[in-house]
């Protein structure tokens, strides 16, 4: 029996931050919501949603998630890229939330079922010093995680990526124009191993430590980081170099046995199959709302399987609680998982977005309830209005724009 959809809406809310929502519903009064959040260019999808995907999708049958996949990414005849892919995954999370939802089914079970218990997951420690590093890194190891990435301001360089400024949480995206940030990257190349040491000395070895580089390296400065921080052995480094070019990773890799991560900009399969194939990155990190939803994620991944790469998804505070939970969903059910980014939201964000996901003990698990398991509450997300806010910009010292 078809299900044809009866209708489909955007939610904007800003609960702190913004986040962008697709809900669909079907004739038999089912619905489903989807994540559609791209941080800073919140409107580009959901008029691209609006306009141009909703009167598609008014009468198809809901039930039929890979052909309207295809449909999208076909029917547009411009492929790819970051607005068209989170559109796309917005509806195909929601499609994926409506046929779990009618079969009384958690999503991981309609995908397979679960190949672990649950799923591990790291978090982020920060300090302006080593010191409050280190403090950071306690807490958090407190509180359970058994993995946990490691940033800290760099001495003599102006806006380190990680970093809060002040005493607030960490959250970049909070210029009404975009804020200028100054960098240097020698001088991180020369800090970073001493902040390793240090997270080794207090902690010793067992403790998985990441680290993020945020694509501000050349390949060969990447490769000289991952050369010099080796002997410390992260668990991986992220984003080392930006990837537009997927051949600078051959250079890294010639270095270092290092673990490299990278994707969380990716919007498609196209933009890893070299680093894949060729065995040039250990962790793949596309995320459900960028990279095309949980359909094309599960190709991304069965892909990844067979060249020994496996998952790490992003997993900041820009991507709604919907995406967590379909990630969540998505980790327990593919064989390759490798470790998932969690990075709580606010407790009103939580509120706006109720969800079975729980976390304990540095695990996670996306719950039993039908679907995949996070709602959004309407008349609270009204309250809430969008608020226009950027991502920083990066120069370098003598001005010139780089990476942020
Ligand atoms: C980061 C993100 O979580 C990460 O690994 O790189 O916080 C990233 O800076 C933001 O998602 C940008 O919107
Ligand atoms: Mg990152």
Request: hydrophobic letters at 40%.
């Amino acid at each position: 029996m078809p299900n044809p959809i009866l209708e489909a809406r955007v939610i904007i809310t800003c609960p702190g931050r913004n986040f962008v929502t697709l809900k669909i519903t079907t004739t038999d009064g089912v619905y489903g919501i989807g994540d559609a959040t791209l941080n800073g260019r919140e409107f580009a999808v959901a008029a691209y949603l609006q306009e141009h995907i909703i009167p598609c999708l008014i009468g198809r049958d809901a039930d039929r998630i890979e052909d309207t996949w295809q449909y999208l990414y076909r029917g547009a005849y411009w492929r790819r890229g970051p607005v068209t892919m989170s559109a796309i995954a917005a509806v195909d999370v929601a499609l994926w939330d409506i046929k779990a939802k009618r079969a009384n089914m958690p999503l991981y079970q309609l995908l397979g079922g679960r190949c672990r218990e649950s799923v591990t997951v790291y978090a982020h420690a920060n300090g302006h010093e080593i010191s409050d590093l280190l403090e950071s890194v306690a807490q958090h190891q407190e509180l359970g995680y058994k993995a946990i990435r490691v940033q800290a301001a760099v001495p003599g360089v102006a806006d380190a990526y990680g970093v809060p400024h002040g005493d607030k949480p960490y959250e970049p995206a909070d210029g009404t124009i975009p804020r200028e940030e100054v960098w240097n990257t020698p001088k991180y190349l020369r800090f970073m191993p001493r902040l390793m040491d240090a997270v080794r000395s207090k902690f010793g070895f067992d403790l998985a430590i990441l680290h993020d580089g945020h694509h501000r390296m050349t390949p060969i400065e990447a490769a000289s980081l991952a050369k010099s921080l080796e002997e410390f052995q992260p668990f991986w480094l992220e984003d080392l170099t930006p990837a537009e070019n997927q051949d600078a990773f051959r250079l890294i890799r010639q270095h270092t046995t290092a673990p490299l991560a990278i994707g969380e900009v990716f919007n498609s399969i196209f933009d890893c199959q070299k680093l894949i194939s060729e065995q040039l990155i250990d962790y793949i990190r596309t995320t459900i709302v960028h990279a095309g939803g949980i359909t094309h994620m599960r190709r991304i991944a069965s892909f990844a399987d067979l060249y020994g790469v496996k998952t790490g998804s992003h997993g900041a505070t820009d991507l709604s609680p919907i995406c967590m939970g379909a990630a969540l969903h998505f980790d327990l059910s593919i064989p390759n998982f490798g470790i998932q980014e969690h990075m709580p939201h606010t407790a009103l964000t939580d509120e706006v977005f109720p969800h079975a996901y729980t976390f304990a003990n540095g695990l996670m698990h996306p719950g039993e309830a039908p679907g995949h398991g996070v709602d959004i509450d309407e008349t609270l997300a009204a309250k809430h209005p969008y608020k226009r806010a950027y991502l920083p910009v990066c120069r370098l010292e003598d001005g010139t724009l780089h990476n942020w």
